[in-house]
């Protein structure tokens, strides 16, 4: 006698969804975890395109719009400083920002977890 093909699917559908709650948290911090380490070393990259600090710190001592005497040197060395500190504290900042995605990637379910189980004991208390 063959099973009801309505109760075969959601078997296997509760199982399929059993199984997929199982391996969240392999998941998360297997490859998700990769992949948001990946996404911070592109942030970095992308952020240090987007400050050009790399190209500012190799010219450096190079002056500006080729002037080669005294006072173009001088002046281009000081306004290099100032980008380079200013491009420098966004770069900086946008580490930080990066940073702070990741580790909210790592403790998130860790908080939640916390969370479910430190507010658990208030479903049975009398009210």
Known sequence: MSKNVLTQASK?????????????????YGPG????????????VE??????????LRNLFKPMFAQYDKQGRI???????????????TFFLMVVFYFLILIFWILLPLA???GITYNLPALWLKK
């Open 47 to 56: 952020a240090n395109r987007f400050t050009g600090l790399t190209l500012l």
């Open 75 to 89: 002046i281009s060395f000081f306004m290099r400083l100032v980008l380079i500190f200013y491009k420098g504290l």
């Open 112 to 114: 939640i977890v916390w």
């Open 33 to 44: 975890l990769r992949n948001a380490m990946e996404y911070f070393a592109n942030g970095l």
């Open 12 to 28: 296997l559908l509760i199982l399929d969804y059993i199984a997929e709650i199982l391996y969240f948290p392999v998941w998360w």
